[in-house]
Every structure is written in C-alpha cells, then in structure tokens.
C-alpha cells in the first residue's frame, strides 16, 4: 500500500479531486497550508506599501491506495495539477504499513476499497 500527498496550488484543486476520483480512488483528505519551493515567495502591493509573502497558499491532498493504483493515481494528479508556471508543487509517494478502519475494523486495503 502506498501512500501519496501531493501539494500544488489552490486553482487547481477541483481539477485534482475530479482526476482523482476518475482514477479510481474512494477517498482523500485535502488540507489548506501554505509554503514555498523554489520561488521563494513573492513581493506584493497593499495601498501603495510594498511588502514580501514569504509564505505562500497551497492544497494538500492525501490518499492512500493500493501499490497497483499508485501510478495511475500519480499520473492523474500530475496531468491536473500542472499548469507549467513555478510553483506547480510536489507529489511524495511513501510506503504505508498498515490501515485500519474505525468503524468497522478492516484493514489494510479492504480499509481503503469502497
């Protein structure tokens, strides 16, 4: 099983969480955070005074899937995700132990399927 964050910009969330689903996948957490990369934030113009955004906002999605899904899912956020300017983000793809669901005590991918 694995599991995948993925961090990108606030405009294309929608575009994400309808690739996702097309892929395949039955749930996420999506969670707003802010950062940055490369670009290293961004000076901006509030009422004539200039002033630098370090920090800047971003979307965090997490799923977890089954090793056989991994790469389609991937491929699915990368593709809505990309818009070709910096600050596209990243997408971690890390291995996870186990999973249980609370309510029902399944685990593993029977946790994670429908």
Aim: hydrophobic share 40%; glycine share 10%.
């Amino acid at each position: 099983m694995k599991l995948i964050t993925a961090v990108f910009k606030p405009s294309r969330l929608d575009a994400v969480i309808d690739a996702i689903s097309e892929a395949g996948a039955t749930g996420l957490t999506v969670t707003e955070v802010r950062g940055y990369g490369r670009q290293l934030g961004k000076t901006e113009v509030y009422r004539g005074a200039e002033y630098e955004v370090r920090l800047l906002p971003k979307v965090k999605v997490e799923l977890a899937c089954a090793d056989d899904d991994c790469e389609r899912l991937v491929e699915a956020i990368t593709q809505s995700a990309k818009t070709g300017t910096i600050g596209d983000g990243k997408i971690f793809v890390q291995d996870l132990e186990s999973i249980l669901r609370i309510r029902t005590g399944e685990r593993d991918e029977q946790a994670i399927s429908g």
